[in-house]
């Protein structure tokens, strides 16, 4: 009876050991990850690595290299690939060297988000090089707690930035300098878009459309963004509400034309504020048509645009409560609008019909 009760215990404990050695397995792959024999990742860490040698891009995940081979868009898709999937926190993907597009193939060619996903650049460069306008360094579609850092962006893109239907989004720290597209566009396209913040350094520059723009967004914190020498306008809010901006600065967006610094149109508003519009050698300051409603811009700082300093049509319950206009032509034009205020130089203007 002793030996068979000894040899029932010395079961136990060694199952119990066998459990404990297996549960600390399980965590250990679940926290650093583990190929199968096919080699493909079944469970990463949350944090993944793309670097490049010479022309080589490698993409690691924990332990695991999840990417070998010279395209940076598959070096990078791969790493987000390899975060957990159904996690319900951000993961992140470090890029660590600057690299080209590459060709287009004749599709849409992007980095593509999923959720809970942030995408480190760490000031780094995206190149679109395809000689095509299919290029979108990072596009994200019906996503949600999606974030971009510090990337910079340059050459020939469709859109810098796109995200279309998807809630909870960070952009911070972008420098785009394209010589095609559109900078940063967030729209509707695809589902209801809601929570944008874009804060940290923004400067936008050559944009062969609009720098910034936003489509059917609600809620949204947009910081200061310098905006420079587009054919469109430096910042656009297309029926959008609920939201802040800071400083707009642009220079050079639209000259000779109808676009303006500071733009907003398509039944825009209501519960719109900017702090600040500072625009030179534009179309327009800021401009406020197509049914907009609800803005109220604090100060501005506009001269020697070649058409409006401050345009108000087709708008209402539109502010501008302070600040200077001059050189432009006109300074100052109310058309067709109802409940707007601008105040330029002490001077308060309320018709519903004018030039000053």
């Known amino acids: 009876m002793k030996k068979n009760l000894f040899s029932g215990r010395l079961f136990m404990a060694i199952t119990v050991v066998l459990v404990l050695s297996l549960s600390g397995c399980s965590k250990e792959i679940e926290d ?24 080589t891009w490698t993409t690691r995940n924990g332990g695991t290299t999840v990417y070998t081979g010279t395209d940076m868009f598959a070096a990078v898709n791969a790493g987000i690939a390899s975060l957990p999937a159904g996690r319900t926190s951000k993961g992140t993907v470090n890029i ?13 060619k992007a980095i593509n988000m999923q959720s809970y996903t942030i995408l ?10 395809s000689g095509d306008d299919l290029i979108v360094p990072v596009q994200a579609d019906r996503k949600t707690n999606i974030e971009v850092r510090n990337i910079v962006i340059t050459g020939r893109v469709r ?12 952009i911070s720290g972008c ?4 010589t095609a597209g559109l900078g940063i566009r967030v729209d509707n396209s695809t589902a209801a878009t809601r929570n944008l913040t874009i804060n940290g350094t923004i400067n936008i520059n050559g944009s062969k459309t609009h720098c910034i723009e936003t489509y059917g967004l609600d809620g949204f914190s947009i910081g200061n963004v310098t905006v420079n020498n587009s054919t469109g306008c430096g910042l656009i809010l297309n029926q959008s509400r609920n939201g802040t901006v800071g400083t707009v600065t642009g220079t050079g967006n639209n000259p000779g034309g109808g676009y303006a610094t500071f733009r907003v149109a398509n039944s825009n508003g209501p519960n719109v504020t900017c702090a600040r519009v500072y625009s030179r050698n534009s179309g327009r ?19 020697n645009n070649t058409s409006h300093g401050i345009f108000l049509e087709d708008a209402s319950n539109t502010r501008v409560n302070g600040g200077t206009v001059s050189g432009c032509n006109p300074n100052v034009q109310h058309v067709r609008t109802s409940n707007c205020i601008t105040i330029v130089n002490g001077q308060t203007y309320t018709a519903a019909n004018g030039r000053w």
Do not use: H, P
């Not at 493909?40 to 490049?52: D, I, M, N």
């Not at 660590?96 to 849409?108: E, L």
């Not at 480190?120 to 090089?129: E, I, L, P, R």
């Open 120 to 129: 480190n650049f760490n000031g780094c460069t995206v190149n679109g090089n």
């Open 96 to 108: 660590k060297n600057s690299g080209d597009s590459g060709s287009s193939g004749g599709a849409i």
């Open 175 to 178: 420098t785009i300098n394209q």
């Open 159 to 170: 859109y810098g930035i796109w995200f279309k239907g998807c809630t909870d989004m960070i």
């Open 32 to 55: 650093v990850g583990v190929a199968d024999n096919g080699g493909s990742l079944k469970s990463g860490t949350l944090t993944a690595e793309v670097t490049r040698s010479g022309s």
């Open 285 to 303: 300051g800021f401009f406020s048509v197509s049914g907009s409603n609800g803005t109220t811009v604090n100060t501005v700082d506009i001269a």
